[in-house]
T-cell receptor
Framework: AQKVTQAQTEISVVEKEDVTLDCVYETRDTTYYLFWYKQPPSGELVFLIRRNSFDEQNEISGRYSWNFQKSTSSFNFTITASQVVDSAVYFCALSEGIYSGAGSYQLTFGKGTKLSVIP | KAGVTQTPRYLIKTRGQQVTLSCSPISGHRSVSWYQQTPGQGLQFLFEYFSETQRNKGNFPGRFSGRQFSNSRSEMNVSTLELGDSALYLC??????????FGQGTRLTVV
């Protein structure tokens, strides 16, 4: 069975600090997809990144970067020079199964990490 | 391109009633999935529809059901509402090689 663990329940940082959100996953499939979503107080889940199990390249998008390591089953998310607007709950999610490659997902979410960026 | 639209945004129902929630996916997306979010259980997968067929189902009682229409719009229904069904219900659409995009959700309160 698939499982996603986000051990950090809440994190507080001062603006401009860097912060890393941890995500550890469990799956028996060799083909799977990993996601990060941001949920601001409005409630909508905002897509941040999708990574498939065959692509271990790290990715950087502006102040955001992701480190995918299959050897440790981790997919960590780093925000550089955090800003107040980054305050939200961040979810890591996993989708496995034969349909995931065709854009058909059954997401298993972690419990989320609430990030508070203090000005 | 319009995003995923969920209606209504807020609902208050009485225990024992039934409720229907609606989700219009992004144009061209054929997969619609539903999730329940509660403070205690977090985000949990309810079911997924693809081309009008339920493809996957989560571990929820039969009171939770859904369907998808030929235009990919989806509805989910909860019968005999219980207080524990109070939650934010989120719908996601995806298709082809796209990511899963979520709507703003329907917040259901059962009193």
């Amino acid at each position: 069975a698939q499982k996603v663990t986000q051990a950090q329940t809440e994190i507080s940082v001062v603006e401009k600090e860097d912060v890393t959100l941890d995500c550890v996953y469990e799956t028996r499939d060799t083909t799977y997809y990993l996601f990060w979503y941001k949920q601001p107080p409005s409630g909508e889940l905002v897509f941040l990144i999708r990574r498939n199990s065959f692509d271990e390249q790290n990715e950087i998008s502006g102040r955001y970067s992701w480190n995918f390591q299959k050897s440790t089953s981790s997919f960590n998310f780093t925000i550089t020079a955090s800003q107040v607007v980054d305050s939200a709950v961040y979810f890591c999610a996993l989708s496995e199964g034969i349909y995931s490659g065709a854009g058909s997902y059954q997401l298993t979410f972690g419990k989320g990490t609430k990030l508070s960026v203090i000005p | 391109k319009a995003g995923v639209t969920q209606t209504p945004r807020y609902l208050i129902k009485t225990r024992g009633q039934q409720v229907t929630l609606s989700c219009s996916p992004i144009s061209g997306h054929r997969s619609v999935s539903w999730y329940q979010q509660t403070p205690g259980q977090g985000l949990q997968f309810l079911f997924e529809y693809f081309s009008e067929t339920q493809r996957n189902k989560g571990n929820f009682p039969g009171r939770f059901s859904g369907r998808q229409f030929s235009n990919s719009r989806s509805e989910m229904n909860v019968s005999t509402l219980e207080l524990g069904d109070s939650a934010l219900y989120l719908c996601a659409s995806s298709g082809g090689q796209s990511e899963a995009f979520f709507g703003q959700g329907t917040r259901l309160t059962v009193v």
